[in-house]
């Protein structure tokens, strides 16, 4: 296809997906290769890879696809379609992106699958009366970053993920209240003003990942508060707590700016959820939250994968696999020497670029490693401050945090370099005199649970 050939592969892609076997565990696989096809047979021609998936023309075999007990049928019909859509390069690309939505919605159902296993086990009538707070750590990435992302986590034999849970200046950036209320009913999100009153208006709201308390109403889907059959609120309030708690009232708070690249939104939906269990009284453990935040992504329709709150909830520097053998994350904590930790401590720091996207030499091949995959990820002024920094002796290596684009930047010193060195160079350059220096704190207790 690269080289311009007509390859008869459509049989072949069909085949993968729909005869496979009834868990159609690689279909995702064998739709998203067929998207592939197709944008390769467009030559790049027909615009942009990424956009709306919701031609009416797909809208028929997308509704099957969604619908358990009518997969096979909806894989025929998107089969079926596709032969209107190979004309021009604009509709390979139209057709490339509803293969690429049909491949999620089997991601989406393999996930929830292995994420449903792993969750604790629901007790009622046990929510506490007063509320709880909870602070979190965020992450540093340091090598693996995408291996953690479904389908690849549960498709290639070694994902694995290198990062630290680390507190910033000092102090753990994200935190969560959960209070029960006795005399305002609904779910009430303090800082957004937002009060939801019916258990459809949270199911509404959970798959709406633009929009303000979103990830509040994933959450809770996610902890079990609310279950399907749940027809008002009080049901299910009512199911965990006393009859005389009406509501409850969600409070969070980030130091971090948005995009900032720590991992924010996983941990603050792995922060929720630690404060929500702990009120409705139900014991859980780590493995529970990893597998939850993901569950959280999947509601929220963001996809997503599985380092950021286990970066940010598992102590220290830790590798961390999925496992295909137990279908869960197993992070293992790494033993490091206090002296290591120290210099850690003491020659990483954290410049705050102000520009946040909206997703020594081994750290050196993973930066090189993210650009290769996404070669937007480094915008002109960051290449500029990182030059300007290197020039000057300042760091051995930088790179950005989590995806890249903005956000914050990870700077290594070098020997002799301290913090103040560093801020004294951004504040007399008029190009970097903006920019912030943050210090990090190896976190061995990074997920703090406590009464209000």
């Not at 300042?394 to 990870?410: Q, S």
Request: proline fraction near 4%.
């Amino acid at each position: 296809l690269r080289e311009g050939k007509n390859c008869s592969l459509m049989p072949i892609f069909k085949s993968m997906s729909v005869v496979e076997d009834d868990s159609y565990r690689a279909a995702d696989r064998a739709l998203s290769c067929t998207a592939d096809v197709l944008a390769l047979m467009s030559k790049r021609r027909g615009g942009l890879r990424s956009g709306p998936a919701a031609n009416p023309a797909f809208a028929a075999a997308i509704r099957l696809l969604q619908n358990e007990t009518t997969v096979r049928q909806g894989i025929e019909a998107m089969h079926s379609e596709l032969s209107n859509w190979l004309q021009t390069p604009e509709k390979l690309t139209r057709a490339a992106r509803h293969y690429e939505a049909a491949a999620q919605i089997f991601t989406r159902r393999n996930v929830m699958r292995f994420c449903l296993k792993q969750l604790p086990v629901l007790h009622y009538r046990s929510g506490l009366k007063e509320g709880v707070r909870a602070s979190c750590a965020c992450r540093i990435d340091l090598a693996g970053g995408w291996t953690d992302t479904p389908p690849i986590t549960m498709q290639i034999e070694h994902s694995a993920v290198v990062n630290i849970a680390v507190m910033i200046d000092g102090k753990k950036p994200i935190e969560c209240e959960v209070r029960p209320l006795y005399d305002v009913s609904g779910i009430i999100m303090k800082e957004l003003g937002i009060c939801l009153a019916t258990p459809e208006e949270i199911h509404d709201l959970s798959d709406k990942p633009s929009l303000p308390g979103s990830l509040i109403c994933a959450t809770i889907l996610a902890a079990g508060l609310i279950q399907t059959e749940d027809v008002d609120l009080s049901c299910a309030l009512h199911r965990h707590f006393s009859s005389d708690i009406v509501g409850l009232e969600f409070s969070t708070h980030s130091s971090l700016p948005h995009g900032s690249g720590l991992g924010t939104s996983s941990i603050l939906a792995a922060t929720l959820l630690a404060a929500l269990w702990t009120l409705m009284g139900i014991p859980f453990d780590r493995n529970n939250i990893y597998h939850a935040v993901l569950l959280v992504e999947q509601y929220l329709t963001t996809g997503g994968g599985w380092q950021d709150q286990v970066g940010g909830t598992a102590a220290a520097i830790k590798i961390s696999r999925f496992s295909n053998r137990l279908e869960q994350v197993v992070p293992e904590q790494l033993d490091c020497e206090e002296s290591f930790i120290g210099e850690l401590e003491s020659k990483l720091l954290l410049i705050y670029t102000g520009r946040t996207r909206l997703a020594k030499n081994l750290l050196q091949q993973y930066y090189e490693d993210k650009k290769k995959m996404a070669p937007g990820s480094e915008p002109n002024f960051i290449r500029k401050l990182i030059d300007d920094l290197k020039t000057n002796d300042l760091i051995e290596v930088a790179w950005l945090a989590g995806a890249g684009g903005g956000g914050f930047l990870y700077v290594w010193l070098k020997d002799g370099v301290s913090r103040t060195s560093l801020e004294t160079y951004l504040t007399r350059n008029e190009m970097h005199r903006d920019l912030t220096v943050h210090s990090i704190t190896v976190d061995f207790n990074p997920l703090i649970v406590e009464p209000v």
